[in-house]
């Protein structure tokens, strides 16, 4: 059974730093692109990052470009994202995701993506 488990979120203060990962178990994922998304209360899931199986074709949100960076591990099938420079607007629940598509490119969208993990909550206090 294909798993996805986040982990690393936390409260931080505004310009701390937090390191989020996701670990997949069930399948390799050395050929499939992988996304961050996040929630906050009251809004609909929106995409944070993305990155193709090999790691070379990789997207971000605006509002995370320079601050976020998106990698990966495909021989310890874990996903990263490391995030700098944390804003209040930072703040809600982050979920990561695989497509089971093999090589497919990178999606943007929730629909992309067949597999999620259970979320971790980044806070970010001003």
């Known amino acids: 059974q294909v798993q996805l488990v986040e982990s690393g979120g936390g409260l931080v203060q505004a310009g701390g730093s937090l390191r989020l990962s996701c670990a997949a178990s069930?399948?390799?994922?050395?050929?499939?692109?992988m996304g961050w998304f996040r929630q906050a209360p009251g809004k609909e899931r929106e995409f944070v990052a993305a990155i193709s199986g090999n790691g070379v074709v990789i997207y971000y949100v605006d509002s995370v470009k320079g601050r976020f960076t998106i990698s990966r591990d495909n021989a310890k099938n874990t996903m990263y994202l490391q995030m700098n420079s944390l804003k209040s607007e930072d703040t809600a629940v982050y979920y990561c995701?695989?497509?089971?598509?093999?090589?497919?490119?990178?999606?943007?969208?929730?629909?992309?993506?067949?597999?999620w993990g259970q979320g971790t909550q980044v806070t970010v206090s001003s």
């Open positions: 069930g399948r390799t994922f050395s050929r499939n692109a």
């Open positions: 995701a695989a497509d089971l598509r093999d090589h497919g490119v990178p999606g943007r969208t929730v629909r992309t993506y067949d597999n």
